[in-house]
């Protein structure tokens, strides 16, 4: 797939039990083939972008680009074959019938684009098959990242997020706290700018921090 320029995985599952499971599978390969660096050290960049989820309603989202636009990303369908519920539906014979119609016919229009696809097809939507899928879907992932000599547990990229995360929270507790000491408040030469506010009370983080962090408490009467 990533051979041929795809690296971007288009998953359509026709169940509203499987929204979830599109989300599951965004993380589960995002976060553990999007590595910057191999297990030997070298700089090697790697992902897998995935998106989708409910069949029915994604597919309008992504079609008319997969099928007539760049041929970036590969298809994938999920379905279940045994419905607990269904109800006539004059188009098709049955609403299920009609989901059916949905999968066979956009595998149709890819095949005749000469765009990829692959469909995985389960018995029922049930707490067994569920977990036989994310059991796969994490079995994939390690061989994938085995092949391409990356770790897949580890998530250097998720934990710049939480520790700069914290240098924000740090700095709006600070802030917070200066803004609320009325002494600090009337020796302060101005009445001005983030920037005039920031030197005087001597933060060490970006202006663009304060200045989000002072529009928040304004906006939000925090103070």
């Not at 690296?7 to 026709?14: D, E, F, H, P």
């Not at 972008?49 to 007539?68: D, L, N, R």
């Not at 299920?96 to 939507?125: C, D, H, I, M």
């Not at 663009?208 to 928040?216: A, K």
């Amino acid at each position: 797939m990533q051979k041929s320029g795809r690296k971007n995985v288009i998953m359509l599952g026709y169940s509203d039990a499987l929204k979830e499971f599109a989300h599951y599978l965004q993380q589960l390969y995002m976060e553990s083939l999007g590595k910057e660096y191999a297990l030997d050290g070298r700089t090697q960049p790697e992902g897998l972008t995935m998106f989708g989820g409910v069949g029915t309603g994604e597919q309008h989202a992504f079609m008319q680009q997969v099928q007539k636009g760049i041929s970036d990303a590969v298809v994938r369908f999920v379905n279940f074959r045994h419905r607990k519920a269904d109800f006539g539906c004059a188009r098709a014979g049955s609403t299920g019938r009609q989901l059916l119609a949905f999968v066979k016919g956009t595998e149709a229009a890819l095949w005749s684009n000469g765009k990829p696809f692959f469909t995985t097809t389960y018995s029922e939507n049930s707490a067994f098959n569920l977990g036989m899928m994310i059991a796969l879907e994490e079995r994939i992932v390690t061989i994938l990242a085995a092949f391409k000599g990356l770790n897949a547990f580890d998530q250097p990229g998720v934990q710049d997020g939480k520790l700069a995360a914290d240098v924000v929270n740090d700095a709006s507790i600070y802030i917070a706290t200066k803004l609320a000491d009325t002494k600090f408040v009337a020796a302060l030469p101005f009445v001005g700018t983030a920037a005039e506010f920031r030197a005087a009370a001597k933060i060490d983080v970006s202006l663009t921090v304060v200045d989000s962090i002072l529009s928040d408490l304004e906006a939000n009467r925090a103070v």
